[in-house]
């Protein structure tokens, strides 16, 4: 087993496995952020949508149909 141990920490062989693994960690760890955000984002301009959906609905239920872009005349 000393040997193996020994082995391992001469081989410098391994040390391009560990930047790879370092380059790949970080990579994963960027792309969980991006995704994160961009659901972030998608889920504020949703709230937002909706938001200006209920509004609009309550100045129609409140014009009862007539307003700016209403063929109805008074």
Known sequence: MK???ERFLRDEGGSASVDAIVVLG???WMLVAVAMDI???T???SD???HELKYN???YDILEG???NSNKVR
């Open 48 to 50: 937002r949508i909706s």
């Open 57 to 59: 609905a309550v100045v």
């Open 3 to 5: 040997n193996t141990i």
């Open 43 to 45: 889920i504020d301009l």
């Open 39 to 41: 659901g972030t984002a």
């Open 66 to 68: 007539y307003g700016p």
């Open 26 to 28: 970080g990579t994963t």
